[in-house]
């Protein structure tokens, strides 16, 4: 026996023998099952710290439950849909499916060589027809039910990397990825109704043994119930409204103005005739970068 750890020897050939005797593949069998998954990552290229940070967390909760003598299902798959990819692929001349494919064989030797106890047969990339051909199925059958629907509204968007961005990709006015100046658009989207779902929602929050408050919190904030009311007013000399959503009603007699988000649609809408057009236009381009910043 050596004297000295060898990690590079030791753990090549433990590693081997996991994948050669599908050791961490999960199979139905006896023993209390157990599912553990951390968010895909994004293809990009190569793994960072951050990725062994989030996956070192998950193998150990993925070991210890195996221990315990739970039979644990345990996979991994690759987010690889999207502008981002795409936009990649452009910039390096090559195709974004090999781009793609390229990085997810790079990364998956990574995390290979890193040991985490994948079971690597349940593998799978969002950008495979078979895999997003049953995202298609359940919004058709969503929108077949009502439950999606289609309106315009306010997002960042990148025109460099023709995509829109989250609020938490804008850093100070500008892009994450390219930092290019972010505008804010006005674009037409799906939605989900999730309010239809709101008290289920809510009341499976208080169900969730072992998860911190904090997080719950994080969840039923994200939920947003709230109990009030929608106030329609109308507009002086139009046929349009203005709608107004209020937890105290009560209170509307000593109403004595209405302020109108820069997003709004009637923001420019209710000066073209007033002569200010343009300063209102330009309060509302200050606001929204104000608001990105």
């Not at 998956?108 to 995202?135: I, N, V």
Request: hydrophobic share 35%; glycine share 6%; proline share 4%.
């Amino acid at each position: 026996m050596e004297s000295q750890y060898n990690p590079q020897k030791i753990e090549l050939k433990w590693q081997a023998h996991w994948e050669q005797e599908n050791t961490f593949a999960a199979v139905d069998g006896e023993g209390e099952k157990y599912y553990l998954l951390e968010m895909f990552p994004y293809p990009s290229g190569k793994i960072h710290m951050g990725h062994v940070r989030n996956y070192s967390i998950g193998d150990v909760v993925a070991r210890y439950q195996r221990m315990r003598g739970r039979n644990v299902l345990h996979p991994m798959g690759w987010d690889a849909f999207g502008m981002p990819a795409e936009n990649a692929a452009i910039e390096r001349k090559v195709h974004p499916a090999a781009w793609t494919r390229d990085n997810i064989e790079s990364m998956r030797q990574q995390l290979k060589r890193m040991g985490f106890s994948y079971d690597w047969s349940r593998e799978l990339a969002t950008c495979d027809p078979s895999y997003y051909r049953w995202e298609q199925l359940f919004f058709l059958q969503m929108y077949e039910k009502g439950l999606v629907y289609k309106k315009k509204s306010s997002v960042n968007w990148c025109e460099h990397c023709q995509t829109v961005l989250a609020n938490e990709q804008v850093e100070a006015g500008l892009c994450w990825r390219c930092s290019q100046e972010v505008e804010t658009r006005e674009l037409s989207q799906w939605f989900f109704r999730i309010t239809d779902y709101a008290e289920e929602l809510l009341a499976g929050c208080d169900n969730l043994p072992g998860w911190p408050e904090r997080v719950t919190t994080m969840q039923k904030n994200w939920i947003g119930k709230s109990t009030g009311a929608n106030i329609v007013f109308p507009l002086v000399g139009s046929d349009k409204t203005i709608t107004v959503f209020t937890t105290r009603q009560d209170t509307l007699y000593g109403a004595t103005f209405m302020s109108l988000a820069p997003e709004h649609p009637l923001g420019s809408e209710l000066v073209e005739e007033t002569g200010q057009k343009a300063e209102v236009e330009a309060f509302i381009r200050r606001r929204r970068q104000a608001q990105q910043d």
